[in-house]
């Protein structure tokens, strides 16, 4: 079986956005907002608790990772419904089929499915 030129092509252009934003290491959000931000929720949590530079990092860099993991899915879910971008349901389906999460307010992908059709007279 084989996909046609444009298909792999429009996948490659995909993945190829996503790498693009996701390179060098060079990231386009402000790790003191996101590292204030870790701080409050971990204060939410428990509020004797703190977090070292060092673990600020680790859990930034973990944070960063499982995005890029969740888009490039993502990435594949929306070529294979032939979008030309990611949509919510492709990042639903990545969650729930990689990683087992439910993304609060949107339903269940399993609700959505359609039952059985029923038997034929």
Do not use: C
């Not at 703190?50 to 859990?59: D, K, Q």
């Not at 888009?71 to 070529?79: I, Q, V």
Request: hydrophobic letters at 40%; aromatic letters at 4%; a negative charge.
């Amino acid at each position: 079986m084989s996909f046609g030129g444009k298909r792999i092509n429009k996948m490659q252009g995909l993945k190829a956005r996503v790498e693009a934003e996701n390179s060098g290491g060079d990231h386009d959000f402000d790790s003191e907002d996101h590292g204030r931000r870790l701080r409050e929720v971990l204060a939410e949590v428990d509020p004797e608790l703190s977090l070292t530079s060092e673990g600020e990092e680790v859990v930034l860099q973990m944070a960063d990772e499982f995005v890029e993991r969740v888009t490039r899915r993502a990435a594949e879910y929306a070529d294979h419904r032939g979008a030309d971008a990611i949509g919510a349901v492709d990042v639903q389906l990545a969650l729930e089929r990689g990683w087992g999460l439910e993304v609060p307010g949107l339903p269940a992908r399993s609700a959505q499915r359609p039952a059985a059709l029923p038997e034929p007279f």
